[in-house]
């Protein structure tokens, strides 16, 4: 079994930048990735990494959010800059064995799931 404990979020202005933090504790994981889930809307891919250090991104995130790991920790974190409106939802940390690349994008490749944090972006 695999705990998963995020950090960070909150309020920002658009434009502005905050942190995300995940730790995963009870066994080494393969993958880790986030997703965000605002209000009516289905939960969507954010950004993953795996062991290998390969990085994943959405389009509409790629050049403002960045993503990293450190496998001695077991850990990821999500730094998000030049933030918007739209990026506004409860963030949520995944870790998992997705076996391709499209499975990566899925909320159904990943086992585990962190109990998710807000992202606020105001106008």
């Known amino acids: 079994q695999v705990q998963l404990v995020e950090s960070g979020g909150g309020l920002v202005q658009a434009g502005g930048s905050l942190r995300l933090s995940c730790a995963a504790s009870?066994?080494?994981?393969?993958?880790m990735g986030w997703f965000r889930q605002a209000p009516g809307k289905e939960r969507e891919f954010v950004a993953a990494t795996r062991w290998s250090g390969d990085t994943y991104y959405s389009d509409s995130v790629k050049g403002r959010f960045t993503i990293s790991r450190d496998n001695a920790k077991n850990s990821v974190r999500l730094q998000m800059d030049d933030l918007k409106p739209e990026d506004t939802a409860v963030y949520y940390c995944a870790a998992g064995r997705p076996t391709t690349a499209q499975t990566l994008e899925l909320p159904g490749g990943y086992a585990y799931w962190g109990q998710g944090t807000q992202v606020t972006v105001s106008s």
């Open positions: 009870g066994r080494t994981v393969w993958a």
